[in-house]
């Protein structure tokens, strides 16, 4: 099975997953799914690419004529709180945990902004 096919059989789980990480919600999903899901440090990379990208692009839209900004971080919001817990888990070595990270979330995002995951090159970060 391509990844086109995989990830159309499981389009609602990358709408599901954008919602969910746009709203702090950790997404459960059923370990059926995991396998259909592509995860390779190419996607991996290309999501740190296209979250500094996109990030970059927000800032610019958020304050115009201010490139400084672009390199600004906002904090107070509250979406940290989300992160603390899982970070705590991760640093005392549990890798148990997939859906609801950022692992998981890479191919589901990348695919539901439009970026086709079977044109994704391997390369070095």
């Known amino acids: 099975m391509s990844v086109s096919e995989a990830l159309t059989r499981r389009r609602f789980l990358g709408n599901a997953a954008l919602v969910a990480a746009t709203s702090g919600t950790a997404l459960a999903l059923p370990s059926t ?3 259909d899901l592509p995860i390779s440090w190419g996607i991996l990379n290309a999501y740190a690419e296209w979250l500094h990208l996109e990030r970059r692009t927000l800032a610019m839209q958020m304050y115009p004529g201010l490139p400084e900004m672009q390199d600004m971080v906002p904090c107070g919001s509250g ?3 989300m992160y603390s817990p899982l970070w705590s888990r991760l640093n ?3 890798n148990s945990l997939l859906w609801g990270t950022p692992l998981a979330r890479a191919p589901l995002i990348l695919s539901t902004a439009g970026v086709n995951l079977d044109d994704v090159r391997e390369v070095q970060a």
């Open 33 to 35: 799914a995991e396998a």
């Open 92 to 94: 005392a070595g549990d």
């Open 79 to 81: 979406v940290c709180s």
